[in-house]
């Protein structure tokens, strides 16, 4: 990853252990709503506990912050070098990551603390370095603080798939105002001629080692939708067979629908006649215009095959959201949920994209233990771009590389249309 | 199950609000020692969350006494007759048990609070009969009491498991005093001449239902040996290559032995050279004199092949038991484990048995839904005898027959070891 | 197992040899009507390929009897030791079973090669010793013709397996004859007085070591069906919703018939409105007055559960099968299946009974690694008695114990209803 | 896929039908070494039997060529339809791929009569249309040649899982010659200046779907090396600690090769201090200068990063094989295994590119069924190029794409080295 003094995303005066303590306090308001039973359970092996996430979020400045650079460093406690390890191979071994909820202890409050005196502890050291940190330490804070954004997002996803399948359907926090139901605006067409382009990061203000090097890409003319699919199209994708009918599916993706009965996207549930689908506001029915979400890439695939469209590659999508302003439904509306479908390419849902997820030309992982932050998992993956309404409001950019495997439907993820341009 | 007017083990002057009262109260005071974080966790299938053993128990009461002889039932919450639901389908469908862990809500307080109510309304039931309970209703809620008891074990065995497998080995409750370390007493055998006898529970006080009917057995001249297994001698188990040598071993035993590399009792732990183990009160060193606890029936079985003896049938161990003193190292102890070795027949770990749990004969499961509660487990399944040191007391007797699959390990289960009288 | 010189239930003109050379040749005839690519097949772990229990049986007697007793021992094959020793940890380590039809070397012709040679050697030897073998080798002689007769109906059941599982339904051999339709006789009940009786083979002839020592038992007095269970009353528990009510079940067995999607007996198929089912004669519909078949002992216990009745223990079957004819229809009528029900207490089916398979009182295994034959499967599994149209005749006899998992169904196994006499 | 009427690979004085025929008689040349049982074996999910390979491909001729052309069609065989369909949902429904081998009728003899039967039935029907075929038949049929060329490589390489799985390591076909043990070659690199080019198949002759539509990539400059890496290569990667350093290997990758404990190439065995391989000519000792195989992509990107360099992609390989003679170690040579390295780009062994199998820009896949064979296989897989010691001579070209998972070990499968050119 790649970091200049001016980060231009972010208020310039804000110093970075102003960002660094607003990215901790961040995290902790999040899991406000929550018990601390809820923070502790695990529902599948993707999801982690939410006191998991707090005490990850806080080993990645306790291990790569304060033991690399903090004189005289004594660890809070020497077992959580260990116990809170995600998949960092150059630190060490790692607690077996599908019984990360097997560990009542440390609890919820132990973890608190550990997070606050890490907290302190860094922000302690910031101070110490007065005008400038080290560079090499201020781009860990700052790779730091994008990771603790990261998780932010799985604090979301993970809690939603750990309260969604409770048959209480418990409400994480209600919704401020009623939903609007209007119709979701007409889909129209933005024609793109392609040709040599400039894919990936390049300049100042961070981002995550896989978005770059920027790099040509040669690209055909291509139309891409205006706005996302929404729930309206995908019920009447559901309505024609879309989840009956082999001959529009991917074969990896129709034999993953057939083994987990999926007959519409995760949290859908029949109510009767119609649909209804858990958010984290509560359990209510399905509004046609809203943008839709929880499918997988197989999902995507097969709707866009039956729409006679297909998913645009990652390169379209970049091309497409270049000088687009980069707001939209994130997690600061508090609505954690996609809203009407608009025709902002940032916000509401990840969209999946065409491409797999692979190096760039050029790509080379950084050294050390952080260079496992993200090459190794370039393999098996689809790339998704553009935010989602669970993700922290200036997180993201129009060179965020996102990443999941074609099967997965716990994240906020949707699609946009694209075509060629013949 | 069969219930007399005047319960022989209790102080008889206790009526059955005051028993029932006590039931619950131990429940509760099992659980201080824990976080809510605790309560929450399931490591396995067989294992429960305690919030669930806390929730399950009341249920019990809630479905099988308030809703029947309750005059205008509400229940606390109506989701809850299927979310605490164990087995049961005469009540109708359960939550799926190996997602017992998943449920973050309700929590422990919204648990307790079920709890209280449900006490009190039992309670204020069990007053408006004034002198005597519908018979029904005093042999369910006798059952209910009973039912309780079982699960104050599986909260101690269950929480054992959840602690034990913790890389931080927690302490449920420290050990108030230092642990003796004398030699056990040394293996004696008492010697029984068999013949036809009566096995299984008759006349007054409460018993389950397997427990009987009492019926006639022949039974060879046998000897048993008057103290349980010890640590130091499975250690030589072990030492004579006890875990590498199949010959010693049931078939099914050594499969299991091989698929989950079992190389020592659970809980124990390779200490450099010597062995320690896991206790609720702590890791510490194995102690040679102690009673041997959590081994499967596979393991009693090749241990005492190995020794060149056999286990006890469950009728001779009755036979042996008859008459003699209920008391031993029972759960009021508060050591949650077994205790240096002694000549008593009770407490400390329940003693596995050669013999399949089957039903005597004339065995008939009562009527209604509660039918379900012993005879449908009647399949490949072992009886154990005795009650451990998570028992509570008072709650075992000498016709009583536990029941665990042969590869159970997570009950404090141990041996005594029996042989043919030439 | 014991042995005596005089062989009471085969002609005592015939000697070891004659019996032996009959034996191996029996086997070979089983194997006429099958292609080398039906020899080779395994569809689940619990089936051998055909061409495997050819080679397996010669390998016990190449094993146990050439390597042992023959001067200057040479193997056939040196690597035939390893693959087709089945469980004797003595002898060393073994194939994984799961894969025996993974191997498609050595083929049909060079097992029946294999057998050739062992089939001559053995017999050479035999010869050798003229007047009288020495009483090991002939005792384990002895074992090995039994051995290979279970494996005998083995073959059957297993390539009843492959070829039933076959969507083209292959035939094995037709049917001679019509098959008669009659109704079965209708269902009487034989009381039995009960008291101490004794159980298990004791005296002259052959007995596998499981079948003693004999002992004493106590029984209350019982009554026992004249019949098996027919296919006809088992459609009418189907027509009641006997796979579709839990409280007819044991625990394990409605989680099994849950997981399997067991809607009927093993082999059966729904043909329109009414049932059809695959024999080893071919496809055709079910006959309501044959004798029940493939079904478990979970769902003979339904069954019976449902009927009022329940399962005899092996104890009470074998009072009432003592003096009666062993004759029956067995592997020699050549049907390999079930006929019309009748008062015959052997052949057609194996019948499930109440009881574990657990060693007798004073049982040992005998020493050396024929001591593994029986005794390491004593647990987790039920005793059925018998025999069934695929046991050759004169295998069989009254103390005859056989022994499956309860979820088992790949054996002629089905039921005959018992009672207690009020 | 398209079709021209003058095929330049082959000599265009062949017509269709004496292609075809051909085609034909070649599968059935590759089966002579076999046995009816091997030929009847799946030894995994991903593996078919031989005798399912040759009627698959009479299938194809059949469903798509003989009900679709022939006049008055019959089937052979009407359970065939759904038997070999291996997974056109447009054709019907599929018998269960990892359940082949199970299937043991039709056997080979059958097999082979409808082999024959299909193939005189298409070949009169070639014959019928004197002159020209229709267009569509003709496609279809020179796709079914091509399908069959590739279920010839199949056929090997399954046959190659079935014995090289037996611990009698039988041999398929003896080598002819000594092997020479000569060193292979310097590895040297080829520069290429990259820029825009065009990818893909364009122009007379057959190509699949997948190899179109040609389209213009842009490419980085960049290095290729003049040979793939050799088994002595990879036994330095080995030596260095190839197969316990997580830092070498993609996330995926590390953890699959964790639980398959993997440590060295599949067919790979220590033999003592050295390894020896099985070969379809026999087990013997590994030769340095061979061409390395049956690596997996996750080992093929570890070996590349160890080695400071990284695998091509497959725009980047096509590049360097423009233009180069399509000759090398195929099938033809009946070595079917790869030889001593040489500056070849074809042949020896399929190279795993960088590049995921995706559609290329405008990719449609044709309609009806055999729209299935390319399209719905462009997920979760890697493209590898260049044809293998296992591929028919002539099958493969320079925009030729195979691709597999990237665990799939059991092809011919090796790697040849890029790097940037900075």
Redesign the interface.
Known sequence: MTLSPSEPRLDSALGLRERFLRARAESESLVLPL???????Q?MADVSPT?WHLAHTTWFFDVFILEAFEPGYKPFHP?YR??FNS?Y??VGPQ?FRP?R????????AEIRAYRSQVTERVASLLESWSEAAPAEAASLIELGINHEQQHQELIVTDIKH??G????H?VYEAPSGLRAVEEAPALRWRAFKGG?VAIGHDGPGFAFDNEGPR????L?PFRLATRPVTCGEYLEFMADGGYHR??L??????ATAQERHWQAPLYWERDGESWSLYTLGGFRPVIASEVLSHVS??EA?AFAKWAGKRLPTEFEWEIAARGVAEDGNFADSRLFHPARASERMFGDVWKWT???Y??Y??YREVDGPV??YNG?????QMVLRGGSAATPAGHTRVTYRNFF??DARWQFSGLVLAE?RA
């Not at 599916?249 to 129709?254: D, I, P």
């Open positions: 018990s601390s039973e809820d923070q502790t359970v529902t006191k077992a260990y116990l998949y191979n150059g607690y019984q909820g097997h560990l009542s202890r440390p609890g919820v750990v309260l399948g409770n048959p209480l418990p040599l790099h040509t890409v040669w055909e082999p001959e599916w991917l074969s990896a993706g129709w890439f197989f695939a065409a491409s797999a692979l190096p030309p050029g260079g496992e190794k998992f370039m393999a098996s495997p074609p060629d």
